[in-house]
């Protein structure tokens, strides 16, 4: 898998593809970064087949996705947040996977930006505290009431306020920022499980526009957000492992600690989408690590499974019970149940110990939201 990355992005080597492997590029999001190098692939013809069926229906989203953002009907400036800010650093930009379009705009500028996109056709389909998601067609818009997810206020507000200041009418923010935008794009999503598509964004960032002589600058805005250390040791096991040319800024990174993150990068998958029910034990140890995360956690997973309760709107500010039930009752049918306890139990400390040495954010730990004018730590 890693050996296919590098010739992917470096065209070093040659790579024989199984069916194992081409169920990893899909799990990591990265299958259609191989597409300009997919005549060197050794592989059989119905993987061949069947990949370059996946490869044609992803480039035709990620032209939907192009061409939807080309056409925002927005009058308000706004900025767009990954996606194709992350794609203008690959060789081939075209073949970095889209999702979403991430969008952010001035405070006062988002209540407007909202109405045009519902005049021109989009849908609400959720809005929380972080962000309001529409939908016009298959494409989903995310308009971001802010971006950072932190456990520190003064972090958060240091980084959404260099996003804001920074819109323009390019749409783009500087590359620093936007590499920062990056990382913090990292550390939100490495708790719950983190892809190597994620990875790769940074990399090509860094390949891009951090030498050695760029560090100095971008190491100041790295640690005022608490990602110094993250920057470094992602840098390094990008160079260690994924071909990465080496710079000096990032040579005493914990190779060790590479390493952890590799292999956790590796059993997630994209958005921890290889994280089965197997590691569910794990997830409620991990989130119940105080009294509001276990009941955000118990009461999300209840609303979600209780069909009584979906039904029910009465029912509903109860189904964290219905699913504390669930989880004992599960948890207690397993064979060996309090030896795989004990084992979930471990593999959290580890996992908490790895995400502090990182220094990414927690839920546990308190989150920083805006709301009212203001950062608050929940």
Same mark, same amino acid.
């Given at each position: 898998?890693?050996?296919?990355i590098k010739l992917a992005l470096w065209g070093t080597g040659t790579v024989e593809v199984n069916q194992e492997i081409y169920k ?90 909202k109405q045009e996109l519902i005049a021109d056709g989009y849908q609400t389909v959720k809005e929380d505290e972080r962000e309001i998601?529409?939908? *016009? ?5 995310? #308009?971001? !009431?802010?971006? &950072? =997810?932190? +456990? ?10 260099l996003i804001i200041d920074n819109i323009n009418e390019t749409h783009s923010l500087p590359d620093p920022i936007n590499g920062l ?73 914990? *190779? ?5 993150? #590799?292999? !956790?990068?590796? &059993? =997630?998958? +994209? ?108």
């Open positions: 898998m890693l050996d296919l990893e590029t899909q799990d990591q999001a990265v299958s259609l970064l191989v597409t300009p190098v997919m005549s060197k692939l050794i592989m059989p013809p119905d993987i061949r087949s069947k990949w370059r069926e996946h490869i044609l229906k992803l480039i035709i989203y990620n032209e939907m996705c192009l061409y939807a953002q080309k056409s925002l009907p927005l009058t308000v400036p706004y900025v767009i947040l990954k996606g194709t800010e992350a794609a203008k650093y690959y060789p081939h930009p075209e073949y970095r996977m889209m999702g979403d379009i991430d969008i952010m705009t001035r405070r006062e500028d988002l209540d407007k930006a998601t529409l939908k *016009k067609n298959t494409i989903e818009i995310d #308009l971001h !009431y802010y971006f &950072a =997810s932190l +456990n520190d206020k003064d972090q958060a507000k240091f980084l959404d306020d935008v990056l990382l913090e794009h990292i550390s939100q999503h490495l708790e719950h499980g983190l892809g190597l598509r994620q990875i790769i964004d940074w990399m090509m960032f860094v390949n891009k526009c951090l030498p050695d002589e760029k560090w100095p600058e971008f190491r100041i805005i790295a640690a005022q957000t608490g990602m110094e250390t993250l920057a470094i040791v992602t840098t390094k096991m990008c160079e260690i492992y994924l071909g990465l040319p080496p710079r000096h800024w990032c040579e005493n990174a914990d *190779k060790d600690l590479c390493k952890e993150l #590799l292999d !956790y990068v590796l &059993a =997630s998958g +994209n958005f921890g989408s290889k994280r089965t029910d197997e590691y569910i034990g794990e997830e409620v140890f991990f989130g119940a690590r105080n009294i509001k995360t276990t009941f955000k956690l118990l009461q999300a997973r209840g609303k979600a499974n209780w069909k009584a309760a979906r039904k029910c709107a009465i029912l509903r500010p109860v189904a964290w019970i219905y699913q504390a039930g669930r989880y004992v009752a599960r948890g207690l049918k397993r064979d060996n149940a309090s030896q795989k306890i004990k084992q979930e139990r471990i593999a959290v400390k580890r996992k908490i110990r790895f995400l502090d040495r990182l220094g990414v954010k927690q839920t546990a730990k308190g989150l920083v939201i805006y709301k009212n004018g203001e950062y608050k730590k929940t």
